[in-house]
C-alpha cells in the first residue's frame, strides 16, 4: 500500500519560511509525478504545485508562483515545497499528493491516486 507522510508544517510569522516535506513509502516513487494541495478554513481544498517525476518539469497555481518552490529527490523518495515570505493568507493545511499525471492544468481539478494526511501551516500577522 501506498502512503504518503507530510512533515514541517508549524506557525511561522508573516515573512517567514517553511519547508514542507512528504516521503513516499513505496520504491516506485520515481514514476509518480508528486504535487501539493492546501485548504484554508472555510474553503474548498486547491491546488498549489506538482513537479513531474524527473524534477524536470513543475507547474504552479497562481497561489503558489513566485514564492513557493517544488523539488523532489528520488534517493531519498522525497517531495518539498519551499515556502517562502509566508503570508496569513496561506494558513491551510498541505497536503501532498501523488498520481501519474504530468504538470499541468489538469491539476487544478484532478485527485490524485495517492493523498497524504496533511500537515498544518500557520502564518500570523
Known amino acids: 500500500q501506498v502512503q504518503l507522510v507530510e512533515s514541517g508544517g508549524g506557525l511561522v510569522q508573516a515573512g517567514g519560511s517553511l519547508r514542507l516535506s512528504c516521503a513516499l513509502s513505496?520504491?516506485?516513487?520515481?514514476?509518480?509525478?508528486m504535487g501539493w494541495f492546501r485548504q484554508a478554513p472555510g474553503k474548498e481544498r486547491e491546488f498549489v504545485a506538482a513537479?513531474?517525476?524527473?524534477?524536470?518539469?513543475?507547474y504552479y497555481s497562481d497561489s503558489g508562483s513566485g514564492r513557493f518552490t517544488i523539488s523532489r529527490d528520488n534517493a531519498e523518495n522525497t517531495v518539498y515545497l519551499q515556502m517562502n515570505s509566508l503570508k496569513p493568507e496561506d494558513t491551510a493545511v498541505y497536503y501532498c499528493?501523488?498520481?501519474?499525471?504530468?504538470?499541468?492544468?489538469?491539476?487544478?481539478?484532478?485527485?490524485?491516486?495517492?493523498w497524504g494526511q496533511g500537515t498544518l501551516v500557520t502564518v500570523s500577522s
Open positions: 513537479v513531474s517525476w524527473t524534477g524536470g518539469n513543475t
Open positions: 499528493a501523488a498520481d501519474r499525471a504530468p504538470p499541468g492544468r489538469s491539476w487544478f481539478r484532478r485527485a490524485p491516486e495517492v
Open positions: 513505496r520504491r516506485t516513487f520515481s514514476v509518480y509525478t
